[in-house]
């Protein structure tokens, strides 16, 4: 079956610009997740959606980021505007349950 | 109290040896423990997990012990293999959440 998938791979901007990540996930899979990963650092959840719903968004800054997933199915994560400190990878996730989350190969964001 | 600690951060293991990463955890509500595998450029992996009912589980040469007093575990890879080479997550979770916090990371070096 074929895995998550996330694009762009790669995105370099200025500070203070929008930037927005794509994540189809896995089909069935109904659990959506958007992970920060920082350099040397475990993944940390920003949102979790069952379907459309965002059931869990209490990590995600809401001030600057954004996220939607209409139909249930792919989702977007957007940031506007950038500061230097989001420069990190991006992952998203999918699942039919809690005890196997597949990863997508993550968007490399750096903020110039 | 949500932390989970990892060591060592980086490791390197000759070809055939014993590679061991071991993680702590405060939080006693956790109550699934899994190990995922990243290589670069890709997004973390499943391994492995364990329930704290059990002390061990192994699959193949993967191995975790599980300490519930010490509020500890561990991965043991047997006979490490160059293809072995990765970053290595232990994470904690508990029923219900869906939420993972994870350690920061193994970077593991098996020399051929």
């Known amino acids: 079956e074929a895995g998550v998938v996330q694009s762009p791979r790669y995105k370099i901007i200025e500070k203070k610009q929008p930037v927005a990540f794509w994540c189809n996930p896995i089909?069935?899979?109904?659990?959506l997740y958007w992970y920060l990963q920082n350099l040397g650092q475990g993944p940390e959840l920003l949102i979790r959606?069952?379907?459309?719903?965002?059931?869990?968004d209490s990590q995600l800054p809401k001030d600057r980021f954004s996220a939607e997933r209409l139909k249930g199915v792919d989702s977007t994560l957007k940031i506007q505007p950038a500061e230097l400190g989001d420069s990190a990878v991006y992952l998203c996730?999918?699942?039919?349950?809690?005890?196997?989350?597949?990863f997508g190969p993550g968007t490399r964001l750096t903020v110039l | 109290q949500q932390q989970v600690k990892q060591s060592p951060q980086s490791l390197i293991v000759q070809k055939g040896g014993i590679s061991i990463i071991n993680c702590a955890y405060e939080?006693?509500?956790?109550?699934?423990f899994p190990w995922y595998q990243q290589f670069p450029g890709k997004g973390p992996a499943l391994l492995i997990a364990?329930?704290?009912?059990?002390s061990e589980k192994k699959e193949g040469r993967f191995t975790i012990s599980f300490n519930k007093s010490a509020k500890q575990f561990s991965l043991h890879i047997m006979d490490s293999q160059p293809g072995d080479s990765a970053t290595y997550f232990c994470?904690?979770?508990?029923?219900?959440?869906?939420?993972?916090?994870f350690g920061t990371g193994t970077r593991l070096k098996v020399l051929a």
């Open positions: 996730a999918s699942s039919t349950s809690p005890w196997k989350q597949f």
């Open positions: 364990i329930r704290p009912d059990v």
């Open positions: 089909s069935g899979h109904n659990t």
């Open positions: 959606y069952e379907n459309e719903e965002a059931v869990d």
């Open positions: 939080n006693t509500a956790f109550d699934y």
């Open positions: 994470a904690a979770s508990r029923t219900g959440t869906y939420k993972y916090i």
